[in-house]
């Protein structure tokens, strides 16, 4: 765990190793967050890392919602995605699907790719797999706008997890 007062104090350098991972693979947002300091709580940290994503230009902001992995997509089978995005993964077990569920992931991940032309996004702490499932078929029928607000907005969410996670206010 980091402690909330060390973070304020760290060098940009060492603000960004520690915090970047939180953003699944895109440093440069937690450099963007490095400025917002000294935080007050834990609450200012993860309000300034929503608002850092949420502000991002329409072009940043796209670019950002494809780089996270797809959920017990190939690159997760694989081991090549984020700490934190395997242990969030395995965490409903998205790492033991068996033949029949993993086509289906597959499937949904391939419908909601095409059809919108990034992954499917979700805070997989509040999902079971079948609530996953579930949650693909309805977004599915989504307008692209509305669920490029739905990444953005389950994206925030994840950040402020592993935010909250990872940071204590205590000494």
Known sequence: MLVLAALNEMDETRFVAALGPVFEATPHL??????CRPFADIAALTAAARRIIRDLPDDARLAY????????????????????????????????????????????NIAYRLR??????????F???ASLLEAFATRLHHARAVELVTAIDEI?????????????AGQ
């Open 156 to 168: 925030c969410k994840i950040v402020t997890l592993r935010l909250e996670a990872l940071v204590t």
């Open 30 to 35: 937690a450099r963007a967050l490095a400025p």
């Open 116 to 125: 919108f032309g990034f992954p499917f996004i979700a805070a997989v702490r």
């Open 127 to 129: 999902h079971t797999k």
């Open 65 to 108: 919602v494809a780089s996270h992995p797809e959920l017990a997509g190939a690159a997760a089978r694989v081991g090549d995605i984020g700490a934190h995005s395997v242990s969030e993964q395995a965490g409903i077990s998205l790492d033991r699907l068996d033949p029949d569920q993993q086509a289906r992931f597959d499937a949904l």
